[in-house]
């Protein structure tokens, strides 16, 4: 028999309810000491309500707790920390513009000689760094260093702290797949030296690559506890959803007709003065889906910022659905959507929402001026409404509520709502940046179902992703970029991993390097 103590954690009963919403539905869970522990559920199935609880930033209505047998009712976050428990967001909690070394030292430096705890600061943390392989430059500018590191830092931060209870909220979601194995190395070393991992992720792979065991959530309650090395995918997908789902969305051939975006040597270079497009050509044609694969940071963002309005080009040409406009042509992200350009932005929370607003405001951000919401001079409020309501029934976003705050939909059903206005409108182009991220299986599988229908009803889809396996999955071609420029085509029959993988690398395999883009 397992020893109370023996378990990192141990949850009983633990019940949350947020208004009508029943988020939480007495929950049971034990995770054994130094291990690593998943935890699965489709968007809103109430995984982050629970660990949110676990680490004191919300109460339980009833329930109890115990962290390594110990009783355990934390207050707040402060309080939880003593406990030794570390929590890692999906949305950092850093500051930009301070170091490395000021963003782990603050708010836990002891009394007042922040000089002393700096340099014994310093010291601790080069051995938490060796020890586990997280290296870090301690005096850089948080702003100034990539996702994967940015995220170290937050790892470090809660080692620092005296952490011996992880949790990770979607870690990978932002990391390219390189970051992510990094990862997964750290976590292997922390369970080597006794840290409890819990994790929270929708990416079934890494779930069964990395876990001891694995539970499951469904709309607010624990439906099953797996040993991981007894499941599979299809039983994982089966149980989130709670039916069977498809793994690899069924597309028939696409039938491509004229190009509907046409990029033209177009350049793009940032107010610090670094080019990050550089002569980029390429063509995007009615009924087919090109792909822009790409280790983050090389030029795809900015692509798609392009291409959508928000900035503007040094030089080149773009011309969308008949529409050319060059370095000297006055846009905007309006004035392109008005000419049927969708925006499915990479970033939902610093280009497709706005937090305080309500659902049904977010529904129209974008399209408020449409004939479609207007009545006059007013709003038409009752219109609003009912497309809201029509749109997020349509797309499952959970609760359907058009009332409810942006910011108090999980993660996942944001991006349904997101992508559920953009696809609502009907464009004849669609730009689609990330548009998985955070977002469980099931709903991963109807949008790109979605994607697939759009293409083919005749949209030209522009899609950047850092899954490989979406832009494999989903491209009809697929334009690989480098350090701001395209480094090769590769067609959807000739696209594997390990061919796309060297592009990415600049490394063009001998039977790719005849292919060109945006022929
Ligand atoms: N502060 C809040 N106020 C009202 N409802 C909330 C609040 N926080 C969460 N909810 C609701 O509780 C339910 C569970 O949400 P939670 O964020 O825990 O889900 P999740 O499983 O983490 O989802 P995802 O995978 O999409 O992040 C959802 O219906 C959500 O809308």
């Known amino acids: 028999m397992i020893h109370a103590a023996d378990f990192a954690i141990k949850l009983e ?19 054994p000491k130094g291990t690593i522990h998943g935890i699965i559920g489709e968007n809103g199935a109430g ?35 003593k406990a030794g428990i ?16 000021e963003n782990i030292v603050l708010g836990a430096e002891d009394g007042w000689k922040l000089e ?21 430059p301690l005096d850089a500018v948080v702003g100034e260093l990539a996702v994967g590191l940015q995220q170290r830092v937050e790892i470090l931060k809660a080692l620092y702290r005296g952490a011996k209870i992880l949790i990770l909220d979607e870690p990978t979601g932002v990391l390219t797949p390189q970051e992510a194995d990094h990862l997964f190395t750290i976590l292997g070393k922390l369970r080597e030296q006794g840290t409890t991992i819990m994790i929270i992720t929708h990416k079934l792979r890494e779930v069964l690559a990395i876990t001891d065991n694995v539970s499951v959530m469904r709309q607010g309650a624990m439906v099953e506890h797996v040993v991981t090395a007894e499941t599979n995918q299809e039983q994982l997908a ?14 028939g051939e696409a039938k491509p007709q004229a190009p509907l975006i046409e990029v033209s040597k177009l350049s793009y270079i940032d107010s610090a003065g670094v080019k990050r497009v550089k002569d980029i050509s390429f063509n995007v044609r009615a009924g087919e889906i090109v792909g822009i694969a790409g280790v983050s940071g090389n030029g795809q963002s900015e692509i798609l910022s392009l291409l959508s309005g928000i900035i503007t080009p040094s030089s080149g040409s773009m011309t969308l659905n008949g529409h050319t406009i060059d370095a000297e042509s006055h846009y905007n992200p309006r004035s392109i959507r008005s000419i049927g350009v969708g925006h499915i932005p990479e970033d939902r929370h610093k280009q497709g929402l706005i937090n305080k607003f309500a659902a049904k405001e977010a529904y129209i951000l974008g399209y408020h001026h449409l004939e479609q919401y207007n009545k006059g001079v007013l709003q038409d409020k009752q219109a609003i409404e009912q497309g809201c309501q ?28 997101v992508i559920a206005r953009e696809m609502e409108q009907d464009p004849d182009i669609l730009l689609v940046g990330q548009p998985t991220r955070g977002v469980d299986i099931g709903a991963i599988e109807y949008i790109h179902q979605q994607i697939i229908h759009s293409r083919d009803a005749g949209k030209a889809v522009l899609l950047v992703s850092v899954e490989l396996d979406e832009i494999v999955n989903l491209a009809d071609r697929i334009i690989v970029v480098f350090d701001g420029a395209i480094v090769g085509e ?18 063009v395999p001998e039977h790719i390097k005849n292919n060109r883009a945006g022929r």
Do not use: C
């Not at 004191?56 to 207050?75: I, N």
């Open 238 to 251: 089966e149980l989130m959803v709670g039916r069977k789902v498809l793994l690899q969305v069924e597309r």
């Open 86 to 101: 570390g929590m890692v967001h999906q949305h950092f909690m850093l500051v930009d513009t301070f170091t490395v070394l």
């Open 116 to 136: 002393d705890s700096l340099s014994a600061a310093r010291k601790k943390l080069k051995q938490l760094a060796k020890d586990y392989g997280l290296d870090v």
């Open 390 to 417: 029509q749109s997020m029934e349509k797309w499952d976003v959970r609760p359907a509520d058009t009332s409810l705050k942006t910011a108090n939909f999980s993660g996942g059903n944001q991006q349904k709502l």
């Open 490 to 507: 590769v067609s959807a029959e000739q696209a594997d991993e390990q061919t796309l993988g060297l592009m990415m690398a600049n490394i």
């Open 13 to 31: 009963k633990i019940d949350k309810r947020f208004g009508s919403v029943h988020a939480n539905r007495s929950i049971d869970l034990a995770i």
């Open 47 to 81: 995984k982050s309500t629970l660990m949110s609880i676990i680490y004191g930033f919300y109460h339980a209505d009833s329930g109890s707790m115990q962290v390594h047998g110990q009783h355990y009712q934390p207050h707040n976050s402060q309080e939880a920390i």
